[in-house]
């Protein structure tokens, strides 16, 4: 969102105005039982998941399905059927096999003497390829406005891969974080409570896939998807989370299985029907001879609990007490992100990759890898009280205090486990990987990072995305539009580890990968606030091979 669409929007907002033409998603007659689209995802060199829903009010529903090599369907092949019912929320997944290896292919259902619209696909190449577009996404909450990126996206010519890193929904009640906006723009979540239950999930789930930007970008590519924490609640770890009491909302336990359950079913991605294989969601895409791409998982089966900075803000209170804290407590060596199971697996994926001599070796990963402790605000010449909603500052963990005391921005992102990060690029090195390209969301902001270990020797690049609608944190903490700039451009300038950073804007990354380098290009909604998929490039960067490792041109 332009900072000029935010304040029409707070205007709004405080004149409780509403906006025409946006009723919300589920009002629409789409393609009557396939009001929820169609779409592809976890490619494999002759197989796609196929997967669409049935609005139905039959006991089951007998779905078939085509793959064509034209749009008209007088070249299938591949057909089959599948049935569902209540048990899978009327979500249908077809796996075709044997597929024409790096095929692009189109696909449809029927049912009920009905077909839905149709949908495009590939299957992943072997041998030599010249190149891979992917769009890299975060962050999609329904509350804060249009989902405009999905249909930048659905229409980008160069995109080939979708990789959304996590948070495709959120978990709040319609009276939680975006409940002004989203009365504003008849957007409200549904259900209206917070999600906890089977039944709520799945009813989140289906409001997110029927909005039409969300539609049309799942018919145009195969999608790899991840989650981060608020596919569930906000904030989890293996024993709970920070939106989670228990007692109050029911165990833990219970509340993940049935989020992850809701999960498989309306995501494109294959389903081992088995509660404990579906928390390891991690993935590795072989993209012909041109780049490998993985995708691990960091919140359910590995991931210690985040330090919660209430905890220590009274005890923080000199230069000595900071060290400690940074060396006992964050720098604990004992505390974990991703588990040794998925460890082992991802070096092998890697050490495999650079034994083919694979130019390209990408992460996806849900949260931001780079070290960025908050620089020192006030001694970076800034004037909070002119740049800030009035509040007592200093007086809680926020960013004035992170700052003053050089902390991590948050404890939930790897910057709150550095030991684990230092076992992660040490598995990288062991690998024989120096050249990992990180492609991130969750933070709600664009970044240009570089990754170096605890010794100062780079390892490889970072690519973060904005969030498709969620606005920037600086602006949601009550920093003003010319603030968050300056705390941008501190970050930036500060930081060894960032390059550049923009928390201004919502988006997605185009990122182009050749055999003799790699585009990134930060692409920029012009609005929120209406249907409008213009977009704008606010920066394009180059990345080239720089020694063993990477750099930006």
Same mark, same amino acid.
Request: hydrophobic share 40%; net charge negative; aromatic share 10%.
């Given at each position: 969102?332009?900072?000029?669409?935010?304040?029409?929007? *707070?205007?709004?907002?405080?004149?409780?105005?509403?906006?025409?033409?946006?009723?919300?998603?589920?009002?629409?007659? +789409?393609? @009557?039982?396939?009001?929820?689209?169609?779409?592809?995802?976890?490619?494999?060199?002759?197989?796609? %998941?196929?997967?669409?829903?049935?609005?139905?009010?039959?006991?089951?529903?007998?779905?078939?399905?085509? %793959?064509?090599?034209?749009?008209?369907?007088?070249?299938?092949?591949?057909?089959?059927?599948?049935?569902?019912?209540?048990?899978?929320?009327?979500?249908?997944?077809?796996?075709?096999?044997?597929?024409?290896?790096?095929?692009?292919?189109?696909?449809?259902?029927?049912?009920?003497?009905?077909?839905?619209?149709?949908?495009?696909?590939?299957?992943?190449?072997?041998?030599?390829?010249?190149?891979?577009?992917?769009?890299?996404?975060?962050?999609?909450?329904?509350?804060?406005?249009?989902?405009?990126?999905?249909?930048?996206?659905?229409?980008?010519?160069?995109?080939?891969?979708?990789?959304?890193?996590?948070?495709?929904?959120?978990?709040?009640?319609?009276?939680?974080? @975006?409940?002004?906006?989203?009365?504003?723009?008849?957007?409200?979540?549904?259900?209206?409570?917070?999600?906890?239950?089977?039944?709520?999930?799945?009813?989140?789930? $289906?409001?997110?896939?029927?909005?039409?930007?969300?539609?049309?970008?799942? /018919?145009?590519?195969?999608?790899?998807?991840?989650?981060?924490?608020?596919?569930?609640?906000?904030?989890?770890?293996?024993?709970?989370?920070?939106?989670?009491?228990?007692?109050?909302?029911? !165990?833990?336990?219970?509340?993940?299985?049935?989020? %992850?359950?809701?999960?498989?079913?309306?995501?494109?991605?294959?389903?081992?029907?088995?509660?404990?294989? !579906?928390?390891?969601?991690?993935?590795?895409?072989?993209?012909?001879?041109?780049?490998?791409?993985?995708?691990?998982?960091?919140?359910?089966?590995? !991931?210690?609990?985040?330090?919660?900075?209430?905890?220590?803000?009274?005890?923080?209170?000199?230069?000595? /007490?900071?060290?400690?804290?940074?060396?006992?407590?964050?720098?604990?060596?004992?505390?974990?992100?991703?588990?040794?199971?998925?460890?082992?697996?991802?070096?092998?994926?890697?050490?495999?990759?650079?034994? /083919?001599?694979?130019?390209?070796?990408?992460?996806? #990963?849900?949260?931001?890898?780079? !070290?960025?402790?908050?620089?020192?605000?006030?001694?970076?010449?800034?004037?909070?009280? $002119?740049?800030?909603?009035?509040?007592?500052?200093?007086? =809680?963990?926020?960013?004035?205090?992170?700052?003053?005391?050089?902390?991590?921005?948050?404890?939930?992102?790897?910057?709150?486990?550095?030991?684990?990060?230092?076992? +992660?690029?040490?598995?990288?090195?062991?690998?024989?990987?120096?050249? %990992? *390209?990180?492609?991130?969301?969750?933070?709600?902001?664009?970044?240009? &990072?570089?990754?170096? &270990?605890?010794?100062?020797?780079?390892?490889?690049?970072?690519?973060?995305?904005?969030?498709?609608? =969620?606005?920037?944190?600086?602006?949601?903490?009550?920093?003003?539009?010319?603030?968050?700039?300056?705390?941008?451009?501190?970050?930036?300038? #500060?930081?060894?580890?960032?390059?550049?950073?923009?928390?201004?804007?919502?988006?997605?990354?185009?990122?182009?990968?050749?055999?003799?380098? @790699?585009?990134?290009?930060?692409?920029?909604?012009?609005?929120?606030?209406?249907?409008?998929?213009?977009?704008?490039?606010?920066?394009?960067?180059?990345?080239?091979?720089?020694?063993?490792?990477?750099?930006?041109?």
């Amino acid at each position: 969102m332009t900072p000029i669409d935010r304040r029409m929007l *707070l205007a709004l907002v405080g004149a409780g105005a509403a906006t025409a033409g946006c009723a919300s998603v589920g009002d629409a007659p +789409f393609f @009557g039982p396939f009001r929820h689209g169609v779409a592809s995802g976890d490619p494999g060199t002759d197989s796609v %998941v196929l997967w669409t829903r049935i609005t139905t009010t039959a006991p089951r529903a007998r779905v078939a399905w085509q %793959v064509s090599l034209d749009t008209d369907f007088t070249e299938v092949v591949a057909s089959g059927t599948v049935l569902t019912d209540a048990s899978r929320d009327f979500t249908v997944h077809a796996l075709p096999s044997r597929l024409p290896i790096g095929g692009l292919f189109y696909y449809r259902f029927t049912t009920e003497g009905q077909t839905s619209p149709v949908g495009r696909t590939r299957t992943l190449p072997e041998g030599r390829v010249e190149r891979l577009g992917i769009a890299l996404m975060s962050c999609s909450n329904f509350a804060f406005g249009h989902f405009n990126a999905y249909e930048a996206i659905a229409a980008d010519p160069e995109i080939d891969l979708l990789l959304h890193t996590g948070d495709y929904l959120y978990e709040y009640g319609a009276n939680e974080w @975006g409940g002004e906006i989203s009365r504003v723009l008849g957007r409200m979540h549904m259900p209206a409570h917070e999600t906890l239950t089977l039944a709520d999930y799945r009813l989140r789930h $289906a409001q997110y896939r029927g909005d039409p930007g969300a539609m049309a970008m799942s /018919a145009a590519h195969p999608l790899v998807v991840m989650w981060d924490d608020h596919e569930v609640t906000n904030n989890p770890w293996t024993g709970g989370a920070q939106n989670h009491t228990a007692g109050q909302e029911g !165990r833990w336990t219970e509340r993940r299985r049935d989020a %992850v359950r809701a999960f498989h079913e309306w995501m494109p991605i294959r389903d081992p029907r088995d509660d404990a294989r !579906r928390l390891k969601l991690w993935r590795s895409y072989q993209w012909g001879d041109l780049a490998t791409l993985a995708t691990f998982e960091t919140r359910h089966t590995g !991931r210690d609990q985040q330090v919660d900075y209430a905890d220590w803000f009274a005890r923080i209170d000199s230069p000595d /007490a900071r060290d400690r804290f940074m060396a006992e407590v964050i720098g604990d060596p004992s505390r974990r992100m991703i588990e040794a199971e998925q460890e082992g697996w991802l070096e092998d994926v890697l050490r495999r990759s650079v034994e /083919a001599d694979t130019p390209w070796r990408v992460l996806g #990963s849900a949260s931001p890898l780079a !070290r960025m402790l908050v620089p020192d605000l006030i001694g970076g010449g800034m004037d909070p009280g $002119a740049h800030r909603t009035p509040q007592a500052l200093g007086t =809680s963990p926020d960013l004035v205090w992170t700052g003053r005391w050089s902390l991590p921005w948050y404890t939930d992102t790897w910057d709150g486990y550095p030991a684990a990060r230092e076992r +992660f690029y040490a598995l990288w090195e062991r690998a024989g990987a120096r050249d %990992v *390209l990180v492609l991130t969301g969750d933070t709600h902001s664009f970044w240009m &990072n570089t990754l170096a &270990n605890a010794r100062g020797r780079r390892v490889g690049l970072e690519i973060g995305t904005a969030g498709i609608t =969620s606005p920037g944190d600086f602006i949601e903490t009550g920093w003003s539009e010319d603030g968050a700039r300056i705390i941008d451009q501190l970050f930036a300038h #500060s930081l060894p580890e960032v390059e550049w950073t923009d928390s201004l804007h919502q988006g997605y990354v185009r990122v182009v990968l050749e055999r003799d380098g @790699g585009r990134a290009d930060f692409v920029a909604v012009e609005t929120l606030l209406v249907r409008d998929p213009r977009t704008r490039v606010l920066r394009s960067t180059r990345i080239v091979r720089d020694g063993d490792t990477l750099a930006y041109a």
